[in-house]
């Protein structure tokens, strides 16, 4: 079994937090793990939703896309 530690919550949310692990049929910590994964998890892809706006208003990006576009229509199998 992994270390255990204690956190600080409110009252308030330690009730919530229990609340919704009961729910699920988890326990506290499980829940609090995949809370945790999942905000990291919507963390990275906002930041590649960010990358990906700013290379939309980069022209050297988007003269690269479109010299690269022309290949779709060449013919070759993508195998």
């Known amino acids: 079994m992994a270390a255990t530690t ?3 919550v409110t009252t308030h949310a330690r009730d919530r937090i229990n ?10 910590a499980v829940l609090l793990e995949r809370l945790l994964d999942d905000y990291q998890r919507s963390q990275r892809f906002d930041a590649i939703r960010a ?4 290379l939309s208003n980069d022209r050297d ?17 993508r195998d």
């Open 6 to 8: 204690t956190i600080k």
């Open 19 to 28: 609340a919704e692990a009961r729910a699920l049929g988890v326990t506290p």
């Open 51 to 54: 990358r990906y706006a700013e």
């Open 61 to 77: 990006y988007e003269a690269e896309t479109t010299e690269w576009a022309v290949t779709d229509a060449d013919g070759l199998d």
